[in-house]
């Protein structure tokens, strides 16, 4: 597995993002806007899009609030690290909120898709708890002395481009054939890949 960890992430591409959201997180600043709150509004938004998805099954309009939803919540996310980082917002509280809202957001984000004709409800369930368990590997790095591990193949991002763009086709009008099982498969076991190497990453920067 050791050959895994050199996959690349979405993730990687996050300095850029951050480049081109940092006028905007500098206004936010201006206005008083808080890390905090903006943690906490992309969980309320991704609870109600979930919602959305559950109430009407999968209906096109709510499949297609998805990708938008996860672009939404990725820029939020990169807005609060910001905040915090770069304004002097850094805290204890927004540390907890942060790790626990992305875990919030996943699951209510993705766990609805269980009830959409054409995913495998038992697949979707595995891939909540997989994304769930890789961003408690990803936590415990610092318990064992080395740092908040982001590796993928599938991570937070990567697990956003995947199902945006499933949903985004599906809302678009594909039809949910034999090629909707394989993706949820290869997500799953991605996720493997990405729990393995965020845990034996931590371990050998732990020991160096």
Same mark, same amino acid.
């Given at each position: 597995?050791?050959?895994?960890?050199?996959?690349?992430?979405?993730?990687?591409?996050?300095?850029?993002?951050?480049?081109?959201?940092?006028?905007?997180?500098?206004?936010?600043?201006?206005?008083?806007?808080?890390?905090?709150?903006?943690? /906490?509004?992309? &969980?309320? %938004? =991704?609870? @109600?899009? !979930?919602?959305?998805?559950?109430?009407?099954?999968? *209906? +096109?309009?709510?499949?297609?609030?998805?990708?938008?939803?996860?672009?939404?919540?990725?820029?939020?996310?990169?807005?609060?690290?910001?905040?915090?980082?770069?304004?002097?917002?850094?805290?204890?509280?927004?540390?907890?909120?942060?790790?626990?809202?992305?875990?919030?957001?996943?699951?209510?984000?993705?766990?609805?898709?269980?009830?959409?004709?054409?995913?495998?409800?038992?697949?979707?369930?595995?891939? /909540?708890?997989? &994304?769930? %368990? =890789?961003? @408690?590997? !990803?936590?415990?790095?610092?318990?064992?002395?080395? *740092? +908040?591990?982001?590796?993928?193949?599938?991570?937070?991002?990567?697990?956003?481009?995947?199902?945006?763009?499933?949903?985004?086709?599906?809302?678009?009008?594909?039809?949910?054939?034999?090629?909707?099982?394989?993706?949820?498969?290869?997500?799953?076991?991605?996720?493997?890949?990405?729990?393995?190497?965020?845990?034996?990453?931590?371990?050998?920067?732990?020991?160096?």
């Amino acid at each position: 597995m050791s050959s895994l960890s050199a996959v690349a992430s979405i993730y990687d591409l996050k300095p850029a993002f951050q480049g081109l959201l940092r006028p905007l997180t500098r206004a936010l600043a201006g206005t008083g806007v808080t890390a905090n709150a903006v943690t /906490v509004a992309a &969980a309320v %938004l =991704s609870i @109600l899009v !979930g919602i959305a998805l559950a109430v009407s099954r999968g *209906s +096109r309009g709510a499949l297609l609030l998805l990708p938008a939803a996860l672009f939404a919540r990725m820029a939020l996310n990169a807005i609060d690290g910001m905040l915090a980082r770069e304004h002097g917002q850094k805290s204890k509280l927004g540390a907890l909120l942060n790790e626990l809202g992305d875990v919030v957001s996943d699951t209510a984000l993705y766990l609805p898709l269980a009830l959409v004709p054409g995913f495998d409800a038992r697949l979707v369930v595995g891939i /909540v708890v997989l &994304a769930a %368990l =890789s961003e @408690l590997a !990803g936590v415990l790095g610092q318990t064992i002395g080395a *740092s +908040r591990r982001y590796d993928g193949p599938m991570g937070k991002s990567d697990r956003a481009f995947a199902f945006g763009l499933i949903a985004l086709l599906l809302g678009l009008g594909v039809k949910p054939g034999a090629w909707l099982l394989p993706a949820q498969g290869a997500i799953l076991a991605l996720l493997l890949v990405t729990v393995w190497n965020r845990a034996a990453r931590a371990l050998r920067a732990a020991k160096a």
